[in-house]
């Protein structure tokens, strides 16, 4: 049964920092793609983050480069996402997801595999 169990959510205020992890379990990690989505209410989930686990070459959206970074564990089966100069525009659900390879790492329908979302809040 596959599972991805994200924690590290949180309210921060702007300029501030938070660290989300995936815990994956029930497939064979090392030939997924794992990536992270965010999705406010009314609007797409867009993909923000992505890693290629074989490999590890990572994808990232223009409007987090710079400011987030993508990290995997091998050992332990966990993808995180650093969120540094998070801005109130970050607010959003953030969901990690997993894809067979990584043929569009930041588009959602290629994603498989969800987790129930971890909810970070940025205040002004």
């Known amino acids: 049964q596959v599972q991805l169990v994200e924690s590290g959510g949180g309210s921060v205020q702007a300029g501030g920092s938070l660290r989300l992890s995936c815990v994956a379990s029930?497939?064979?990690?090392?030939?997924?793609?794992m990536g992270w989505f965010r999705q406010v209410p009314g609007k797409e989930r867009e993909g923000v983050a992505s890693?290629?686990?074989?490999?590890?070459?990572?994808y990232y959206a223009d409007s987090v480069k710079g400011r987030f970074t993508i990290s995997q564990d091998n050992a332990k089966n966990t993808v995180s996402l650093q969120l540094n100069s998070l801005k109130p525009e970050d607010t959003a659900m953030y969901y990690c997801?997993?894809?067979?390879?990584?043929?569009?790492?930041?588009?959602?329908?290629?994603?498989?595999?969800w987790g129930q979302g971890t909810q970070v809040t940025v205040s002004s």
């Open positions: 890693i290629y686990i074989f490999t590890g070459r990572t």
């Open positions: 029930g497939f064979t990690y090392s030939r997924y793609c």
């Open positions: 997801a997993a894809a067979y390879l990584c043929a569009n790492p930041l588009v959602k329908d290629e994603y498989s595999f």
